[in-house]
């Protein structure tokens, strides 16, 4: 008996458009509804991945019926384009010429242009089993939404990179296989597509490595093989326009980094070194230059942390209750924004992740509540009058969860159930 042909759970032969740049209204938006792909990955082969015969173009009726009836399409994608981004799912099941328009990267940009495209948080979470499972949140309509299994390869990967591409396009890169070890292997989900994507592999095989985005270019450096030297110096960067890796300057030393951010144009890590001594370094672009680095920024810099603004974020307490800026003017980390409501000091109630989320500072805790911070609003405040700057979205029942957290310490049974990974936010 025949056996059904599974297809695979990662689409390399979808194709992703480039309308990008340029839209401001809809007219003439009629020749972008798609019929046909254009494609940005010509190196990928589509052989491995049969595709059913499809009906010659020149055979099928000239006539569309509209997408809208009574309207003319470009009048119907100025209505579409203004659904609220959580009813896009719905939208895509109403027929085949909604499926493409929203499909395509037209759709999305036209969004984007006008101003009224939304971010959602997307958390990756490890469980108990070491199973990786992945959540998105929208802070509109403040509930999680579903989405599409994390494929099969990083279902249980270690050290493995998440980095976001042109807003919209999560990158999930490197790790380590706990049967293969090591990876080069590289997808990327399309918040446009709510599909996975394969793209090129890395120029070497990595873990724990470190990883940031400058002007839409993926840089990963140092981390560890399964080779004889296993930390390693080398370096690379993925263009997505010319969608292929390329080798960049070596670090200064080998280095497994636990933490990196990029301020002023500029990628500062902090790892561990050869000899598992602490050291930091500072890697700028324009001059594709290392060099070590060491002042009042790294001496109180702590993870997790983040950039917004042209200043600099990070957490003081455990819980992320409390904000620490960095002065550059001082070298220091001397300002703070204080909420004045600390949660605890249990796993559950860590905070995990600092990502910036439409202008605001957006705290992610490993029992998945979230606070944001105005800090737009902090230059002219004081620290006791920063609490109405915080604003919780998630987990409203943080009381209720601070109790429940203290009798599971005083019974024993404080295990973490899960905890987050990598946290980003993408935007459609």
Not at 162 to 184: E, I, Q, T
Not at 249 to 274: C, H, N, Q, R
Not at 362 to 387: E, F, H, P, Y
Request: positive net charge; hydrophobic residues 35%; charged residues 25%.
């Amino acid at each position: 008996m025949d056996r059904m042909v599974q297809p695979p759970l990662v689409d390399t032969t979808a194709c992703l458009c480039r309308v990008d740049a340029g839209l401001k209204t809809v007219a003439g938006a009629k020749k972008y509804v798609p019929r046909t792909k254009l494609c940005l990955q010509p190196s990928i082969k589509p052989s491995i991945h049969p595709t059913r015969n499809k009906a010659a173009r020149s055979n099928r009726s000239c006539y569309q019926s509209p997408l809208l009836p009574g309207l003319p399409d470009d009048l119907a994608i100025a209505c579409l384009v203004r659904v609220p981004r959580v009813e896009h799912r719905k939208l895509r099941v109403v027929c085949k010429r909604w499926y493409r328009l929203l499909s395509g990267n037209f759709f999305y940009s036209l969004r984007k242009s006008l101003g009224i495209a939304e971010e959602w948080i997307y958390i990756i979470k490890r469980d108990r089993e070491g199973k990786i499972s992945w959540h998105a949140f929208d802070p509109v309509y403040q509930l999680w939404q579903p989405l599409p299994p994390v494929p099969k390869e990083y279902s249980e990967a270690l050290g493995f990179g998440c980095a976001v591409l042109s807003g919209c396009h999560l990158y999930l890169f490197g790790g380590k296989d706990l049967l293969k070890g090591s990876m080069r292997r590289v997808i990327f989900y399309s918040a446009r597509t709510n599909k996975w994507h394969r793209a090129p592999d890395m120029l070497r095989r990595r873990h724990f490595f470190g990883s940031c985005v400058i002007k839409n270019r993926l840089y990963v450096a140092g981390g560890e093989n399964e080779g004889v030297h296993r930390s390693l110096r080398s370096a690379e960067v993925y263009d997505p326009n010319k969608n292929r890796w390329s080798f960049i300057s070596d670090m200064s030393t080998a280095m497994v980094p636990f933490i990196g951010v990029v301020y002023e144009d500029k990628w500062f890590l902090k790892g561990l070194g050869p000899h598992r001594q602490v050291m930091s370094e500072i890697y700028q672009p324009e001059t594709d230059s290392w060099y070590p680095f060491y002042n009042g920024m790294v001496a109180g810099w702590r993870n997790p942390c983040a950039s917004l603004n042209g200043q600099l974020y990070a957490l003081d307490c455990k819980d992320g209750c409390k904000l620490r800026v960095y002065d550059e003017v001082g070298d220091s980390w001397s300002k703070h924004i204080d909420s004045k409501i600390h949660l605890g000091n249990s796993r559950a109630l860590e905070a995990a992740a600092l990502v910036p989320l439409n202008g605001k500072l957006c705290i992610i805790r490993n029992n998945m509540s979230i606070s944001l911070v105005d800090v737009s609003k902090s230059n002219d405040l004081k620290g006791s009058t920063a609490q109405h700057l915080w604003e919780t979205i998630a987990g409203k029942g943080q009381f209720k969860t601070l109790v429940t957290n203290l009798w599971s310490s005083l019974a024993g049974r404080n295990r973490l159930k899960s905890h987050i990974v990598h946290c980003q936010v993408l935007q459609a």
